[in-house]
């Protein structure tokens, strides 16, 4: 009896860590970064804000603690000197690095993604982007002004925008952007709107995807990276020998 044709191989996402690996190390920091290119990542996702003095560093919030004990208290980061935070350090004994520090860590062993956390550092991501030629790097934002405003100021620049919400109209989203890349909320894709995505010429990005399973399904719809805080867990996973298109 002939054998039933077997699915064909699964195409690979693309694997973006998510502030680096950061289940094995503090988020946003250079060794998170360093393990990041050590799992094989395709990308680093890192977020920015920029200081009183005009440095752009990496950190997810807008806040960071600064003294000790009772002592200590959340400052917003653009009250600070670059020096401020350059001073800081984790538990770990990591700093907080700017995103020079990164650029160079990186020099092109993948692609650098820039989430901009807070408006008017336009100036300034262009002014890394241009300093560091050899990497490959591509700018994203909630605010989708920012990356427009980045694209304007330095044509050619690689451009995606966030999203939290089930467009009803994605494809007007899109439109008026030239976004390369559409970054949603993993637990609000389909394959309809992986469809919708692509029909306009858009990249989807899904964030952020920890589960296997969950990475196996959006591999099947199509969607074009994975934003995770375990990259080598995943690309291990969807480059496993029986990883099929049915996701199985």
Not at 152 to 168: D, E, F, M, V
Request: hydrophobic fraction near 45%; charged fraction near 20%; proline fraction near 7%.
């Amino acid at each position: 009896m002939p054998h039933a044709p077997s699915a064909p191989p699964l195409r690979l996402p693309e694997i973006i860590a998510h502030r680096g690996a950061s289940r094995e190390h503090r988020e946003n920091t250079l060794a998170a970064f360093a393990r990041a290119l050590e799992d094989g990542a395709d990308g680093i996702e890192l977020d920015v804000h920029g200081t009183s003095d005009g440095v752009l560093v990496v950190h997810h919030d807008p806040v960071i603690r600064v003294g000790h004990g009772e002592a200590s208290e959340d400052v917003p980061i653009g009250a600070l000197t670059a020096a401020d935070v350059a001073a800081l350090r984790w538990d770990c004994g990591e700093g907080v690095p700017t995103l020079a520090d990164v650029f160079r860590l990186v020099d092109g062993r993948a692609r650098v993604y820039v989430e901009v956390k807070a408006p008017g550092l336009e100036g300034l991501v262009t002014g890394v982007l241009e300093r560091y030629p050899s990497v490959t790097a591509a700018v994203h934002a909630f605010d989708h002004r920012v990356p427009v405003g980045v694209r304007a100021r330095r044509p050619g620049t690689s451009i995606g925008l966030l999203s939290a919400s089930y467009p009803l109209n994605v494809c007007g989203v899109l439109a008026s952007s030239g976004a390369e890349a559409f970054w949603q909320h993993a637990t609000l894709i389909d394959e309809p709107l992986v469809r919708a995505v692509h029909d306009a010429g858009v990249r989807v990005i899904a964030w952020t995807v920890n589960s296997t399973p969950h990475a196996r399904q959006l591999a099947a719809w199509g969607v074009d990276a994975l934003c995770t805080d375990v990259p080598g867990e995943l690309r291990a996973a969807l480059t496993a020998p029986g990883h099929r298109r049915s996701g199985a």
